[in-house]
C-alpha cells in the first residue's frame, strides 16, 4: 500500500509518497499549474496508481484546481485540518520549525496509521460540486461583510454614536440597507442632528422597507436630535474621513483668509499647521 501527502501552497506543492513501513519512497517540487499536475499523477502512476488501485492522497484543502485534478476516477482525497496535521507533526520531530517537505510527509504518515479516523471527500455530481463551490462563496461573503461592519462598528463608537444607537434595535444594524441610506444622507453626527422626517422616511423608502416607516423615521429623528452634534478635532475628522469617501463632507471649511500685511506671516503658519492636521 503507497500513500501520498501534498503539503499545499499558494503557487507550489510538495509532496511525499511512503509505503505501510514508513519508508519514503518519492519527494518531490512541483508547481501550481497544468505541468505540476500531469508531474504528480505520472509520479503516483510509476508508484502502481491505477483506476482499480488508487492511491489515497492526504492534502490540507478541500478545494482548488489540484484537488478537483486528484478527485478525477475512484482515488480517495482525504481534506486534513492544518491544526490536526500539527498535532501530528509531533510524532515525527521535536522541532517546530516549518518545512514543507517535513509536512508533506507527515500528511502522509497520517494516512498510513490513522486513515480510518479521517474522512475522505464524498463522491458527487458536477452539479453537486458546483453548490458546494456556491456555499462556500456565499459563507465567505458574509464572514467578509461582518468583518467590515465590526470595523465600521468600532469608528462609529469614536465619531458618530449616535448612528449605532439609531440601528441597534435592528438585526444586523449595519448590514441593513436602511443604515447604508441614512449613513450616506447624515455622514456625521451635526448632519444627523438636521435631518427632517421627509428626508428620514425618504432613506428608509430607497432601502425598501415598506412598513412602519412613519414610526421609524420618527424614532430616528429623536435619537439623533437626543444626542446632540459633538464636535471633534480636526485631526481626528481627518481620520475618520480616511474610512469612507462619503464622509469626506466632515471637514470643517477652511478659515477665510486675509490679506492684511500684518496677519499674513501668521496665517501662513495656520494654515500649514492645519493642513498637518
Known sequence: MIYCGIDWAEKTHDVALVDDSGRLLAQRHITDDAVGHQILLDLLAEYGDSEENPIPVAIET???LLVAVLRQGKRKVFAINPMAAARYHDRHSVSRKKSDPGDALVLANILRTDMHAHRPLPDGSDLARAIAVLARAQQDATWNRQQIANQLRSLLREYYPSSLAAFEP???GLCRPEA???LKLAPSPTRAARLTRAQLQS?????GRQRGIDAEAERLREVFRATGPISLPWSRTRS????????????????PLT???RRSKRLS???RTLTCC
Open 62 to 64: 478541500s478545494r482548488g
Open 203 to 207: 432613506a428608509l423608502k430607497r432601502a
Open 170 to 172: 435592528w438585526k444586523n
Open 180 to 182: 447604508h441610506e441614512v
Open 240 to 255: 475618520a474621513s480616511r474610512y469612507s469617501p462619503s464622509w469626506s463632507s466632515c471637514r470643517p471649511p477652511a478659515p
Open 269 to 271: 503658519l495656520d494654515t
Open 259 to 261: 490679506t492684511s500685511p
